[in-house]
Antibody, heavy 128, light 111 residues
């Protein structure tokens, strides 16, 4: 059973960089066709996709966050990570990692878009 | 990119059927069969209910079903149960310079 677990500081100061890691167990992060994503949810609000990575290092980012986001992967540790720079109170949210299905095996196009395994989420508060 | 539009709330009595709508455009919901639905209970991670408009992952109750007509996708919950009280989100692939977009979310209340 694939499991994901987020880890990282729960409190970040304004203007600093938020850093989170997702550890994948029960499967290999290097599996072909598997992509890995980050999603966030501000308190009381909806879901927002942040970014996604393939084990080779190929990345996809939400245009609204692209200038501040870096997603990376460490296949030796079966982990992938999120860095969000220059944070403000608006970045306070529960951050989730998830397996992101984006490849349609029937058509060969990267047009799928769903998250089928999620971590439990971690609340990150931006405050001085 | 704009979020997909969902009603803020939907309610129903136990045993009834309810439908949640998810409105988009020809660049997302209307143009592709890549709509998914998620259920989220308070303080829990979202759970995938439907993918590719109509497909249910293994283990998801057949009381949940998805459909699409034009630019609007729908999630129907039949035989409503108390445990169905939760927030529901739709999502879709979009060809607007990003992988995908989420809906605004719908709170389902079981009366």
């Amino acid at each position: 059973q694939l499991q994901l677990q987020e880890s990282g500081p729960g409190l970040v100061k304004p203007s600093e960089t938020l850093s989170l890691t997702c550890t994948v167990s029960g499967g290999s992060i290097s599996s072909s066709d598997d992509h890995w994503g980050w999603i966030r949810q501000p308190p009381g609000k909806g879901l927002e996709w942040i970014g996604t990575i393939y084990y080779s290092g190929s990345t996809y980012y939400n245009p609204s966050l692209r200038s501040r986001v870096t997603v990376s992967v460490d296949t030796s540790k079966n982990q992938f990570s999120l860095k969000l720079s220059s944070v403000s109170a608006a970045d306070t949210a529960v951050y989730y990692c998830a397996r992101h299905v984006i490849y349609d095996v029937l058509t060969g196009y990267y047009r799928e878009h769903y998250f089928d395994h999620w971590g439990q989420g971690t609340l990150v508060t931006v405050s001085s | 990119q704009s979020a997909l539009t969902q009603p803020a709330s939907v309610s129903g009595s136990p045993g009834q059927s309810i439908t949640i709508s998810c409105s988009g455009t020809t660049s997302d919901v209307g143009g592709y069969n890549y709509v998914s639905w998620y259920q989220q209970h308070p303080d829990r991670a979202p759970k995938l209910l439907i993918y590719d408009v109509t497909n249910r992952p293994s283990g998801v109750s057949n009381r949940f079903s998805g459909s699409k007509s034009g630019n609007t996708a729908s999630l129907t919950i039949s035989g409503l149960q108390a445990e169905d009280e939760a927030d529901y989100y739709c999502s879709s692939y979009t060809d607007k310079n990003t992988l995908g977009v989420f809906g605004t979310g719908t709170k389902v209340t079981v009366l």
